[in-house]
Structures are given as C-alpha cells and as structure tokens.
C-alpha cells in the first residue's frame, strides 16, 4: 500500500494543504484522481508519495487518466492563488474535468460540424503581412493586436496558427461567446484543414469529458476553440494563445474563482514562452497603457477585402427634434427612408437596441407608482408577446395589472421600449419584409448559429436585436446598421460606462462597409456633440482614449489605480448596512495607504430575500489590496480588478 499527499479541486475544500490518500497503483505527481470528500467524490492532483500516515487514510478511488496534468498548470493555479486570492483548491478546478471519466471517445461526439462558410481564401493584404511579422517578432510575449472591424485579424490569427501547429506545438482561439466559435470553428477548418476541438460548458458532461481526456491523453499538436473555460484544456505543449474580442467583459468570471481571462492568458504565455494576442479593433484603455507602456501594440488598418472607410456613410440624428419622428416614435423618418432604400436594393438592415423586452417601465400616470419586483425593486420589464412582467435579475414574472396598485387608476402605461416591442413597431412598418429578432431572451432554435445562417442565406431582411449583434460577425448581405439610442448604456452609474458605450457603438458600426460593398450608418442620440458619440461616430479610437485616460487619472481609476470591490449578502438591509461597517473599520485599521468607499447598497440592492452592499477599495500598490483580502471573513465576496463597479 502507497500513501500519497493530493490537492482537491473542489470548491468546498478551503485549505491550502493537501490531504493523504492510500492507493495501490504507483502514481506520478499530477496524477488526476477521484478522491472521497466526506459523502461524495471529488477530483485530486497528486502531490507525491509520503510516509504511511498516523491516522487511517482514505483510498483513492479510481485514477481518471493515465497521463499526469501538464506543468504548467499547477504554476498557473498557483499564481492564481495568489494574485486573484483564491484557494488552491477554487484555482485547480478550473482545470479539472467535471465529471467522472469516460473512456471511450468517438470522433462523432468530439468533433462538432458546422454550416456557416466564412471567406478566408483571399490573398493576403500587406496589413497583414505586416501584423504577422509584428507580433513574430515582438520582443513581449502578449501583443495586443489592434485591428479595424473589417481588417482581416481571423486571418491573422489563422496563419499564425498554421506555423505553430506546424512546428509541433498546440493553439488555443477564446471567443467571448459559446455562440461565435461556430464562425471561427468553420473558418479554422477550412484554412488549416483540420477540425477544431470546440470545448464549452453547454456541451453534455459526456461530450466534455471526452473531449478533455482527448487533449489530455493527445500526442499531437490541437487546435482549441472555446470561450474563457477552454483556456484551461490540460494540453502539455502551447505554442500560441489567441483571445479574440479581447475588449468584451465575458472574459472576466464574476462567479468563484474570479479571475481575467487576459491575466491569466498572459502569465501563462510567459510561462510558456508561447505568443498569446489580444485581438479587438476597441482596446480596452487599461490594456491600450499598459501595451502601449511595452511597446506591444500592432496596429491594422486597410480592409481585408479592400474596402474603404469612406464607403460607409454616417448620419447622426437628434433625438430631441421631435419632427425627425413624425412617423413614428423611435425610428426617425430619416431611418425609415434608409431602410426603404437599403431593402430595394436588396441588401439587409440591422436596427440596434440594447433593451430587452416591450416596455422597460410600468407606471401610473395619476401617482407615480412604478411595478417593482417584489424581490428585488427594480423595475419588471414587459413582454408582450407573453403578456408578462417579468424581472431581469430574479426571473420573477407575473400578468401585469389592469390598475395601479397603489391608487387603483386604470390608466397604466407602458414606457421605454424594448427589442420585442421594436420589433414589432418594424414589422407593422414593413409588412411585406421579413424581421427578425436576436437578443437573450430568444428560445432554443433562434440562437445566434440559426439567427446569422439566415442573414447569410438572405432569408432576414431586418434585424432588429441587443449588443449580441456587436460580436465579431461577418454579414456580407448588410447594407444598413441603425442605433436607436445609442446611449442606452452611458446611464448606468459605474466609470466603465464610457468605455462600454463606446465599444458598442464602434462594434456595431463596424457590422457595414467591411470590404462587401457600400453601406450606411444612423445613429439616433439625445446628445449629438458627445465625445463618445463623437469619437465613435468617427471610429477615432485615439481621441476616446486620451479622454478616458484623463478622467481616469483625475479620478483615481484603472489603469492608475487597483480595485477592489467587496460584496456582502445579509437577510436585512440594516444587517448589511452594519457587517459593511465593521469590515470599512477592519479595513481602515491596518493601516495601508487605500481608500476605502462606501459602503453603498450594490447597483441590484435586492435580490431574493437578501440585501447586498459593497465596498470597494482603490490603491496604487496592488500588494496592499492582497493584504487586506486575507482579513476578509469567508462570507464576503473578493473580486480583485473587477470589470465595473455595478
């Protein structure tokens, strides 16, 4: 009998030290494990071998591979551990596979075959001749690619691949959406002839478990697509690491174990020595300093089917002049004649709203009163389509009512219209077209897959959805992109609110005139001389981010600040009032040069039968933030750099 010292990758096992385990077979240090933790089984790293242990140790149950986990994973969970203040334990399962093992795999299960056909086998532009050599020969490991919508960075990003798996080493391609590794899957396979292993969480547990004991057990250099999850597949030998959309907040994990994807890519690059590329035509300001502070930064320009900025036209339309909306409330009369003109010539629209639902307010016109969820107070948004109020955070829903519950008035009215209420305002518009609508509250069989093969068929017209239209799609058909309001998104209080904006507009904009043909841009907006609006408008990335570095500074945030934003969850508002107290005090009294702020109920204040607050702590010096995180009691949430305040 052997006894051997394993790390558990078990969210419930807090300790950093490993437990003692017997077993029979002879087993290498990482080797994969099931172990028995109290009533159930959970998954283990071995440590090593030790002496026989005074106390009756537990056996290991089964050995789930052969093969011992790579290196550079345990050294990366590590410096997980310590930079984002987690438990070992919460850091290895993140490279754990999920379920018992399966050992059979049949390529069937594995390989996912896909429809959509992208074009890639044009030649290549001297932009990207250029870019390719730029980041070969970068002197820093992360290379933050800069590149237009339009400009060819998937091409880019394919030929840097087909060099590295050549050579014998593996590629890992993250998208910020399970949804967009269908266009990217098709395109790799085409290019490089070689079917990609596709890995996310809405696979069945069978299918991931095969395909993680794949790439585990596998002798050859994979290709990996998949989102923030796939960075962690068990593959021995990474030669490149490609993080697409690098500017969307999906690679941040605002669940336990939180950590950035893009951090974490990094580090495990330099590790590695393996070139990791954040490719995104919107940088986000904190990673534009910091490339910029290394002289990482490849910029591309020139479109890759040679079209020119200037074949798209832009029209900013004000929405406070009530005349541009004779004909109807949200679309100005100047976007209706567009889509009119853009569908004669038998190109496709695409109206942007980023609003969910038919109505975002339900309110009587006698007392004010407002339908609030009745556990969260915010407000219910209307669907009409099912007749329901529902809530966005609780998923509460119920029949509106036929009077205000407050002063029983009859004359409810419904205020801020949503994408299903759009929708519909342009079928009755344009009867004779074909609309179509994606946004999340889409049911199974109109996700964004089936959704983006109709637009590239030609069987859509109109378009009409939220910022899941501003992902990395390519719609050769798209002759018009329309924005409704384009600053829906500037309200929200947080200081990210600018950049999001930002970002959203320039995405969807760049959904025309990417090389196809002729295409034309309106932007409705309260505020026309907006410098967001305005720099987006302009696709003038440069004048958005000397401003956002200003306000940044002046206000002590990223990239010249830390944060840290703690979250507490208590059964009362004053009991979260006062735990928030104690733990500002607590924090106050070590001593560190920090600012504490708050405590502030969190943006959701209620959800459920529970309040939450937060504080959040700001520091030149990122070592005070780890400091005061290990004094923090285990029924806070920590989330150190967090994407926004909210």
Same mark, same amino acid.
Request: charge should be positive; glycine fraction near 6%; aromatic fraction near 8%.
């Given at each position: ?5 394993v *790390?558990?990758?078990?969210a ?7 437990l ?7 087993? @290498?240090?990482m ?19 030790v ?9 290991i ?7 011992p986990l790579?290196?550079?994973? =345990?050294?990366?969970?590590? *410096?997980?551990?310590g ?23 049949k ?5 996912? !075959?896909q429809?959509? @056909? ?7 532009t ?7 050599k730029?980041i070969k020969?970068?002197?820093?490991t992360?290379?933050l690619?800069?590149g237009?919508t339009?400009?060819?960075?998937t ?9 590295v ?14 949804? =967009? ?12 002839d ?7 969480s ?16 596998s002798d ?9 999850s796939a ?12 993080i ?11 669940q ?7 951090r974490v ?16 035509a919107?940088?986000?300001?904190? +990673?534009?300093?910091?490339?910029? $502070?290394?002289?990482?930064?490849v910029r ?5 089917l040679?079209?020119q900025?200037?074949q798209v036209q832009? %029209?900013v ?5 009530k ?8 679309l100005?009369?100047q976007?209706?004649?567009?889509i009119?003109?853009t569908?004669t ?5 695409? #109206?942007?709203? &980023?609003?969910?639902?038919?109505a975002?307010?339900i309110?009587c016109t ?5 339908y609030?969820?009745?556990?969260? +107070?915010v ?5 009409? $389509?099912?007749?329901l109020?529902k ?15 407050n ?11 949503g994408?299903?209420?759009?929708a519909? @305002?342009?079928e009755?518009?344009f ?9 999340s ?7 964004? &897959?089936?959704?983006? &093969? ?6 859509? +017209?109109?378009l ?10 390519d719609?050769?058909?798209l ?5 409704v309001s ?13 950049e999001?904006?930002? %970002? ?6 760049g959904r ?6 002729a295409?034309?841009?309106v ?9 967001v ?10 004048t ?18 830390y ?13 979260? %009032?006062?735990?928030s107290d ?13 600012e504490v702020?708050?405590p502030t109920?969190?943006f959701?204040?209620?959800r459920? !039968?529970?309040?939450?607050?937060q504080l959040v ?5 990122? $070592? ?6 290990? #004094?923090v009691?285990? $029924? *806070? ?10």
């Amino acid at each position: 009998m052997k006894f051997y010292e394993v *790390w558990l990758a078990d969210a419930s096992y807090k300790s950093p030290a490993p437990l003692t385990y017997s077993s029979e077979l002879e087993l @290498q240090p990482m080797s994969v494990v099931s172990v028995p933790l109290r009533n159930r089984t959970a998954t283990g790293f071995v440590v090593g071998e030790v002496q026989k242990p005074s106390f009756s140790a537990k056996a290991i149950k089964s050995l789930v591979s052969q093969s011992p986990l790579p290196n550079h994973c =345990l050294q990366i969970a590590q *410096w997980m551990t310590g930079y984002y203040a987690l438990s070992l334990g919460d850091a290895l399962r993140l490279f754990a596979p999920s379920k018992p093992a399966i050992r059979q795999i049949k390529p069937s299960a594995v390989l996912s !075959k896909q429809s959509v @056909q992208v074009e890639i086998k044009t030649v290549l532009t001297d932009d990207q001749k250029r870019a390719i050599k730029q980041i070969k020969t970068a002197p820093s490991t992360t290379v933050l690619l800069h590149g237009e919508t339009g400009s060819g960075k998937t091409r880019v990003y394919l030929e840097l691949a087909k060099e590295v798996l050549a050579g014998g080493k593996s590629v890992l391609i993250l998208t910020p959406e399970i949804s =967009l590794t269908t266009q990217l899957s098709t395109a790799a396979a085409a290019y490089l002839d070689r079917q990609p292993l596709i890995i996310h969480s809405q696979l069945t547990a069978a299918k991931r478990k095969q395909i993680w004991l794949k790439l585990h057990e596998s002798d050859q250099p994979e290709l990996v697509i998949g989102p923030r999850s796939a960075l962690f597949v068990p593959l021995a030998n990474i030669g490149l690491i490609v993080i697409d959309e690098a500017h969307e907040p999906a690679y941040k994990q605002e669940q336990s174990p939180r950590y950035n994807a893009l951090r974490v890519a990094s580090q495990m690059g330099g590790l590695l020595g393996a070139k990791v590329i954040y490719g995104t035509a919107t940088p986000l300001v904190t +990673d534009y300093y910091l490339a910029e $502070d290394k002289s990482a930064i490849v910029r591309m320009t020139q479109q890759a089917l040679g079209g020119q900025p200037s074949q798209v036209q832009t %029209q900013v339309i004000d929405l406070k002049n009530k005349a541009n909306f004779a004909n109807n409330r949200y679309l100005s009369k100047q976007l209706i004649d567009d889509i009119n003109q853009t569908l004669t010539v038998k190109k496709q629209a695409m #109206i942007y709203l &980023n609003r969910r639902g038919s109505a975002r307010v339900i309110l009587c016109t006698v007392c004010g009163w407002q339908y609030l969820c009745p556990n969260c +107070d915010v407000s219910l948004v209307y669907h009409a $389509d099912e007749h329901l109020a529902k809530c966005h955070v609780c998923g509460f829903s119920h029949t509106p009512p036929m009077a205000c519950l407050n002063c029983s008035n009859p004359d409810i009215i419904y205020k801020s219209v949503g994408t299903k209420a759009l929708a519909e @305002q342009v079928e009755k518009l344009f009867p004779d077209r074909i609309v179509g609508r994606f946004d999340s509250d889409n049911v199974a069989g109109e996700q964004l &897959n089936e959704v983006y &093969n109709k637009l590239l068929s030609g069987k859509i +017209d109109i378009l009409v959805g939220t910022q899941l239209l501003a992902k990395g799609l390519d719609l050769p058909r798209l002759g018009l992109v329309g924005i409704v309001s384009a600053e829906s998104s500037l309200t929200l209080p947080d200081y990210t609110a600018e950049e999001r904006t930002f %970002q959203l507009l320039y995405q969807v904009m760049g959904r025309v005139g990417r090389g196809h043909s002729a295409g034309k841009v309106v932007v409705q907006t309260y505020d026309p001389e907006s410098i967001v609006i305005r720099s987006a408008v302009a696709r003038d990335y440069q004048t958005f981010y000397k401003h956002s570095l200003v306000e940044r500074q002046t206000f002590r945030f990223p990239p010249f600040a830390y944060l840290m934003k703690l979250v507490c969850r208590r059964a009362t508002a004053n009991g979260a %009032q006062s735990a928030s107290d104690k733990l500002k005090n607590l924090l106050q009294s070590q001593g560190l040069p920090v600012e504490v702020i708050g405590p502030t109920p969190a943006f959701y204040a209620r959800r459920g !039968k529970y309040y939450y607050y937060q504080l959040v702590v700001k520091t030149k010096n990122r $070592d005070h933030l780890l400091q005061l995180a290990k #004094i923090v009691s285990a $029924d *806070w949430q920590i989330d150190l750099d967090p994407a926004d305040l909210l």
